[in-house]
């Protein structure tokens, strides 16, 4: 399952400075660009990461590409405004193709679903990933809940209507009501809708109906940090990481608890580890910024704090990470 939202003011903290917007500039004006979307496997509807995502513009050929997270998607941004077409090719699979036109609309959204090639196995995910895991644990649950947990997912990917998303799943947990990560999911849309009695609630639910699934863990141990429960946190992001330690969700929500206890000692090896895992995880990058400042690592801090404005510099940190790189530059280049 897709980690939920990277968002938390605690990690902000000195980056709340005033900043410009990063933006591409065409023409004297300012456009913002992208190219974002998903890819599915057309016949399981399971999200595939790791795909490469090529990008070609109509008058000169290729201009970028992009490769799928954990939860599907991608997203190119600061492309010029032209005609493009995005080629979507991976392993085991028929290659497809969209075009994406952005002298027309500034940004985006492109749906892939890749048909597997009736010779080869798709490599659907990486082994450990908890995609693979959602997807057999889906081999018990009925069809009708299946489609109806897809519709949901597939919403909720998309940052389209919260309400329509829940209640696709409240009809995935009627046709089978010890779908855990239906329950999981609806905690994921109520925590993102600030809900937080309806997210415990069905979070408590999932974790009576499968004790040993890590996704309801880390959701909880996010939901305790957004809460500031950080002592609840610690014991049930500990309790996730016992069930897979290999998951940068759990890593990440973990580091973000030590450093709001302030803790940061603690807080490194599990920020860094969650980088290792899922190096696009934009907002880990800050985290391990403010650590380097802890640690008087000047130089380190403003490559990670450069990272994170790399992988997204429209996110939620955007704006006080930018003026945080310009505080450290200048003083850089300040004589002493």
Same mark, same amino acid.
């Given at each position: 399952?897709?980690?939920?939202?990277?968002?938390?003011?605690?990690?902000?903290?000195?980056?709340?400075?005033?900043?410009?917007?990063?933006?591409?500039?065409?023409?004297?004006?300012?456009? +913002?660009?992208?190219?974002?979307?998903?890819?599915?496997?057309?016949?399981?509807? $399971?999200?595939?990461? +790791?795909?490469?995502?090529?990008?070609?513009?109509?008058?000169?050929?290729?201009?970028?590409?992009?490769?799928?997270?954990?939860?599907?998607?991608?997203?190119?941004?600061?492309?010029?405004?032209?005609?493009?077409?995005? $080629?979507?090719?991976?392993?085991?699979?028929?290659?497809?193709?969209?075009?994406?036109?952005?002298?027309?609309? @500034?940004?985006?959204?492109?749906?892939?679903?890749?048909?597997?090639?009736?010779?080869?196995?798709? @490599?659907?995910?990486?082994?450990?990933?908890?995609?693979?895991?959602?997807?057999?644990?889906?081999?018990?649950? @009925?069809?009708?809940?299946?489609? &109806?947990?897809?519709?949901?997912?597939?919403?909720?990917?998309?940052?389209?209507?919260?309400?329509?998303?829940?209640?696709?799943?409240?009809?995935?947990?009627?046709?089978?009501?010890?779908?855990?990560?239906?329950?999981?999911?609806?905690?994921?849309?109520?925590?993102?809708?600030?809900?937080?009695?309806?997210?415990?609630?069905?979070?408590? $639910?999932?974790?009576?109906?499968? @004790?040993?699934?890590?996704?309801?863990?880390?959701?909880?141990?996010?939901?305790?940090?957004?809460?500031?429960?950080?002592?609840?946190?610690?014991?049930?992001?500990?309790?996730?990481?016992?069930?897979?330690?290999?998951?940068?969700?759990?890593?990440?929500?973990?580091?973000?608890?030590?450093?709001?206890?302030?803790?940061?000692?603690?807080? &490194?090896?599990?920020?860094?580890?969650?980088?290792?895992?899922?190096?696009?995880?934009?907002?880990?990058?800050?985290?391990?910024?403010?650590?380097?400042? +802890?640690? +008087?690592?000047?130089?380190?801090?403003?490559?990670?704090?450069?990272?994170?404005?790399?992988?997204?510099?429209?996110?939620?940190?955007?704006?006080?990470?930018?003026?945080?790189?310009?505080?450290?530059?200048?003083?850089?280049?300040?004589?002493?």
């Amino acid at each position: 399952m897709r980690p939920p939202a990277w968002r938390n003011p605690l990690l902000v903290l000195a980056l709340c400075l005033a900043s410009c917007w990063l933006s591409a500039q065409r023409g004297g004006m300012t456009v +913002r660009t992208s190219i974002r979307g998903s890819v599915r496997d057309a016949v399981t509807h $399971r999200v595939l990461e +790791r795909v490469i995502v090529m990008v070609e513009a109509a008058d000169s050929g290729y201009a970028g590409q992009a490769e799928t997270d954990t939860s599907g998607k991608f997203e190119l941004q600061g492309l010029p405004a032209s005609s493009y077409v995005v $080629r979507v090719r991976f392993p085991g699979y028929y290659e497809v193709s969209q075009a994406a036109n952005l002298t027309v609309t @500034p940004s985006t959204y492109l749906s892939f679903e890749l048909h597997p090639k009736p010779s080869n196995a798709p @490599p659907a995910v990486a082994p450990e990933g908890p995609d693979a895991h959602l997807n057999a644990r889906m081999a018990a649950v @009925p069809e009708k809940a299946r489609k &109806e947990f897809a519709a949901a997912r597939d919403l909720w990917q998309k940052g389209e209507n919260p309400q329509r998303c829940i209640d696709h799943l409240n009809k995935a947990i009627k046709f089978y009501p010890k779908f855990a990560d239906a329950y999981v999911l609806q905690a994921t849309v109520y925590i993102q809708q600030n809900n937080a009695a309806e997210a415990k609630s069905a979070l408590d $639910r999932a974790i009576e109906i499968d @004790p040993k699934l890590p996704e309801a863990w880390f959701t909880l141990g996010m939901l305790q940090n957004n809460q500031k429960d950080y002592a609840g946190a610690e014991k049930t992001l500990i309790e996730g990481l016992k069930l897979d330690d290999g998951s940068p969700q759990g890593h990440y929500e973990l580091a973000k608890t030590y450093w709001a206890l302030g803790r940061w000692q603690a807080a &490194e090896p599990h920020a860094l580890k969650a980088a290792a895992l899922q190096p696009a995880m934009a907002p880990v990058h800050v985290l391990l910024g403010n650590i380097a400042l +802890r640690k +008087r690592d000047v130089p380190e801090a403003l490559k990670e704090f450069q990272e994170y404005l790399r992988l997204d510099p429209k996110g939620p940190m955007a704006e006080g990470t930018q003026a945080m790189v310009k505080k450290l530059q200048n003083g850089l280049s300040s004589p002493n």
